[in-house]
């Protein structure tokens, strides 16, 4: 109850930020802009985001599981279950971790593949990823207040959260390599932190959880050629990334508006900071993230908010095919026993074609 109560006040706060970015980019300003773009231009960003995502996004986890297995995976089966992932995430107000273990338990459906190692291949590929998106977000920040005299309260802003990925990411690679005093992992010494050992089905996990990091720490430590290769493919798919932004508003800006690939970098990096507010979709925050950011670097608001309803409608694709992949999924293991493993989303699902089938 208070899950949904939480997603619903979410898509309500979505709604206003969106209302009001609307309003500040001036409605008759977008829609002269959205009804002016070629629609050729949206197929090839939509070919440009399902390329990062899908297909480079995929290959990165592929290599990754294999490398774990020393065997090959069928590339259909991970991107499968990587589009699944990203349609829980989108329409759940979980930032962009909301679909991982939904793609964990898919991949571990689908190749026969134990959990704690369907579950570490998704850590280590966000940990991988996340990486990549750090440097950027460092790239963008450094743009910012090299070219901008930015407000007090943003500066210290986009500081703190600099310095916590910093932090954070130390953390995780640091205790994933073993390199503390106490011997825990990461997630260990979280739970620690929190106390979170003292909630009976955390606790009853413990095992599990350690296995897990067991996986990851052999990993980091004798998969070094995989790790190069998965952080090129991660760089790859920011590249990808900053492309679509470069060619939308090239067809967005006016003639005698400069536009350097460079700007791109601080752009995509309030897109990115924008992804991590727990709105559904980040409804709302994307836009008025993407409305300052472009009235900052002289670009014109409603080519902002332009950009954001424009890589929405294009992600909006991406999360159909997921959902429909989601739908073939249940439907051809709906004959199975879901573990406890298996994530909510993926349990009420399960449920509802088994009653379904029943009654029929």
Same mark, same amino acid.
């Given at each position: ?48 985001? #399902?390329? +990062? ?45 909301? $679909? ?26 966000? +940990? ?29 802003? #986009? ?5 916590? +990925? ?20 990461? #997630?260990? /010494? ?95 925050? /994307? ?20 950009? $954001? ?52």
């Amino acid at each position: 109850m208070r899950k949904t109560i939480f997603c619903i006040m979410s898509f309500l706060v979505g709604i206003l930020l969106f209302a009001v970015a609307m309003q500040q980019a001036g409605i008759g300003d977008i829609l002269k802009t959205i009804f002016l773009f070629p629609s050729l231009i949206i197929i090839l960003v939509f070919l440009l985001n #399902f390329g +990062a995502i899908c297909v480079i996004g995929s290959w990165r986890w592929k290599i990754i599981i294999e490398a774990q297995n020393s065997h090959k995976v069928n590339f259909w089966k991970v991107l499968r279950a990587k589009l699944a992932g990203f349609t829980v995430s989108y329409i759940t107000p979980s930032a962009l971790i909301g $679909g991982e273990p939904v793609r964990a338990y898919m991949i571990k459906e689908e190749i026969g593949y134990d959990w704690e190692k369907s579950f570490a291949s998704v850590v280590i590929d966000g +940990a991988i990823y996340f990486f990549s998106l750090f440097l950027l977000m460092l790239a963008g920040f450094l743009f910012l207040i090299n070219y901008f005299s930015l407000p007090l309260e943003f500066f210290c802003g #986009f500081g703190i959260i600099v310095i916590g +990925a910093v932090f954070i990411l130390y953390l995780f690679y640091s205790r994933m390599l073993n390199k503390n005093t106490d011997g825990e992992g990461f #997630f260990m /010494f979280i739970i620690g932190v929190l106390r979170l050992n003292k909630i009976k089905a955390i606790r009853n996990k413990e095992k599990n959880i350690k296995k897990t990091e067991r996986i990851i720490t052999q990993f980091f430590k004798n998969k070094k050629k995989v790790f190069l290769k998965a952080f090129f493919l991660a760089i790859l798919e920011i590249v990808f990334y900053l492309i679509v932004i470069c060619v939308v508003i090239f067809h967005l800006r006016q003639a005698d508006t400069a536009f350097e690939f460079i700007q791109s970098v601080p752009i995509l990096f309030l897109m990115t900071l924008a992804n991590f507010v727990p709105i559904p979709g980040s409804l709302g925050s /994307f836009e008025a993230a993407l409305t300052f950011i472009f009235e900052l670097l002289n670009l014109g608001k409603s080519n902002g908010f332009a950009l $954001g309803l424009i890589h929405r409608f294009v992600n909006i694709i991406l999360v159909v095919i997921g959902f429909f992949i989601l739908i073939h999924f249940e439907l051809t293991t709906v004959s199975r026993k879901f573990s406890a493993e298996a994530p909510e989303a993926l349990l009420k699902l399960h449920r509802f074609f088994k009653r379904i089938i029943r009654n029929n």
